[in-house]
Structures are given as C-alpha cells and as structure tokens.
C-alpha cells in the first residue's frame, strides 16, 4: 500500500504543477489580469514551494512519511477548493501560495519514499524514473479534465473536481505502513549536507531543471494559443483554447513515455550524469526551433520538448539519492528541490515581463542558456562522491 501511496503523492504534485497552466486561459479573464499578473502567481506559487520544500524535507526525515503524506493530500485539497471560488487576483493568491506546502509535502513523501519501495531500493534513477510516470499521469489528466469540464459545468465546479481527486487517496495514506529510519535524525547531520558538493550540485541541476519544466508548465498552453490564433486567423475562440489547453498533455504523455523508457535503463543511476545533459542538448535544440515555427509544428515540439525533458529531474534524484544512506535522502531532497524552486519563481516570471512587450513565442528564448549551463552542471555531478559513494 506504501507503494500505491507513494506513486498518487507524485501524481498530485503533477495536479498541482499542472494547475495554473491548466486554467491559464479561463483565469486570466475570470481575474481581470494580463501575462504579467498571471506570471507573479506562478512566482507565488514557487516561492511557497521553495520555502515549504526546506521544512517538509527535514520534518520528514524527523516524524515520517505518514504524517507528511496525509497533510499534503488534505491540505492541497482544502487549498484547490479555496481558489475554485476565488473571484479577484487578491482573493486567489493566498490558496494560491498555500498550494505551495501541500504540493512540497506531497512532492517530497513520494519522491523519498519512491527509490526506497520500488526495485526493492535498487537502481534508485530507474526506480524514480517510473514512479515520475504517474507525476507526467497528473499533468496529463488534469488539464484534459479541466477542458472537458469547462464544456459540461461552471469554472468553480470543474477546478473543485480537482480537489476531490487530490483528497481521496488520503485514506491509502492513513491505512500504508511505511519504512522506518534505521538511525536517529540529527538537525546537525541534514544542516552538514548543504557543505557536500554532490548536493550542492545537484541542487543547481534542479535549479535549471526545473526553470525549464516549469516555464513550459506555466507557459505552454498560452504559447500554443498564440501562434495558433496567429497562424489560423478568425478561428473560434473556444476551440483555440481547448486546442492550447491539450498542448500540456501532450507535453505530459511525452514525458511519461521518456520516463518509462528511462526506467528500464539498468545503467541509468551509474552513468545518470551522462543522460541528463544528452536530454538537456535535446531541449535545447527543440526550444530554439519553438522560436522559429508556426502553429503546424506545436504538438510535435511540444512532445519532443516532454520527452527530452523526461529523465532529468528523477535521474537527478537517483544518481544523489545512490551517494548518501536513506536516512537523511528527506533533508537533501528538501535542499536541492528548494533551490531548483528558486529557477522557478524567477524564470517563468521572467518570460511572462518579456513577454507583455514581445510574444510569448520569443521570450521563450531565455532557456536556451539555461539548458547550457545544465549540460555543464550534469556532467559535473556525475563526477563528485557523496558519503557512500
């Protein structure tokens, strides 16, 4: 049953990452806002999470996964309900930046506990490389239900239906039993961790990482629309924005069949370093090639873009995971995440100040240099020791 709670824990944080995307094109006029109020909301959103990220880690490693399972699951519910009747930009901040620490509580109970229960804790890249399926399963589904809903029912009954989703695996997450640390948690041992350059540089890997998955989270259905009304001129509205609203989940199946592929890699955790800055050139190329198409090309690159995308962060999480015991994998997992979360609070920010006096379409330029610096970053971290390895 830890298994099953562990696999629905990534599934909600990909609920959660998905959301605003999801919702963007319904939101922004439901609030009054342009591109740059929406892009503050992303940075509020990752803001929450870098903070929660730091203090879910190491509560984790101090109480457990069952506590910090059960909080995320309801807390990320209650928070999804309070922002389906949010009717101002005001009004939808605050459920907004609360998101934050049931996603975080979410994100780290299933991504410590996921190379631990799969692969019996062997091959920790491979192990969370498959259960990161069911993160790119959460940000398939979520913007599929959400567009379909519009269709059917009001805005605040069809983001509600998110949150029922999200709340009922929390009785898996009451009735699991969970693996126990086999050493007691010391505050001075996880503080010891940020001198460590494994995990230093495994941070700045996710730093990159996750500008990048998150500016196409945030940004890809608003991109998909604005070449689309650009290149099919006089098209209807609604079916401009269920056609971008799709781009995200093609986005999503992209990045699950990356994963699945990746997770039956026996090297993958070995030579982890390798594979990531591989996909890293991949996404790369796909973003500058974004930069220069028309609308005919979206899906296309959109799907190359999730695939690319696909080993980084899990493999990110099984090369660090392999240097360093279980023990403290909840601390490191809380630093690195928060520093990653940092590239998002910024980047996808940034793309949308750009983006108010260019197009979305050109601003997406700024991750070219960030995929860069992550071919660099990985190739580095494949290189240093952790205190096992």
């Known amino acids: 049953m830890e298994k099953a709670v562990a696999l629905l824990s990534v599934f909600g944080l990909g609920m959660c990452f998905s959301l605003l995307g999801s919702i963007s094109v319904k939101l922004m006029p439901r609030l009054k806002i342009d591109q740059g109020k929406f ?39 209650i928070c999804i309900f309070v922002f389906a009747n949010a009717k101002t930009y005001g009004a939808a901040i605050l459920p907004c930046v609360l998101l ?108 990159c990482y996750i500008s990048l998955e998150a500016s196409f989270c945030n940004w890809v259905p608003s991109y998909a629309k604005e070449v689309i009304t650009k290149d099919f001129k006089g098209i209807d509205g609604a079916v401009a924005d269920a056609s971008s609203q799709q781009m995200l989940s093609v986005f999503a199946i992209a990045m699950m069949a990356g994963r699945l592929i990746a997770s039956q890699m026996a090297t993958i955790t070995t030579h982890g370093s390798w594979y990531i800055a591989g996909a890293a050139l991949i996404a790369c190329l796909v973003i500058l090639a974004m930069t220069k198409t028309g609308a005919i090309w979206t899906s296309a690159l959109v799907a190359c873009a999730g695939f690319a995308f696909a080993p980084c962060f899990p493999t990110t999480l099984g090369v660090i995971f392999s240097k360093f015991s279980p023990e403290v994998h909840g601390s490191i997992f809380g630093f690195i995440f928060a520093v990653g979360l940092a590239g998002a609070v910024v980047v996808p920010k940034a793309i949308g100040n750009f983006a108010k006096d260019s197009t979305i379409q050109k601003s997406i330029k700024l991750l070219i240099p960030i995929c860069v610096i992550l071919i660099v970053l990985a190739l580095l971290m494949g290189k240093v020791k952790g205190a096992v390895g």
């Open 100 to 207: 934050g620490f049931g996603a975080m509580a979410l994100n780290t109970a299933g991504n410590t506990l996921i190379p631990r229960v799969l692969y019996n804790g062997k091959n920790p890249a491979a192990a969370s490389n498959l259960g990161n399926v069911f993160f790119g399963l959460g940000l398939f589904l979520t913007p599929l239900i959400v567009s379909f809903l519009f269709r059917k029912t009001t805005y605040e009954k069809a983001v509600s239906a998110l949150g029922v989703i999200v709340l009922l695996p929390v009785i898996l997450a009451v009735m699991a039993t969970y693996p126990q640390s086999q050493t007691a948690f010391s505050i001075t041992s996880a503080v010891a961790l940020l001198k460590e350059p494994a995990v230093l540089l495994a941070a700045f890997v996710l730093f």
């Open 39 to 77: 892009g503050s909301m992303i940075s509020a959103f990752m803001f929450a999470c870098l903070v929660a990220s730091l203090i879910v880690g190491v509560v984790t490693d101090k109480v457990g996964y069952k506590p910090v399972a059960i909080f995320g699951f309801v807390a990320t519910a």
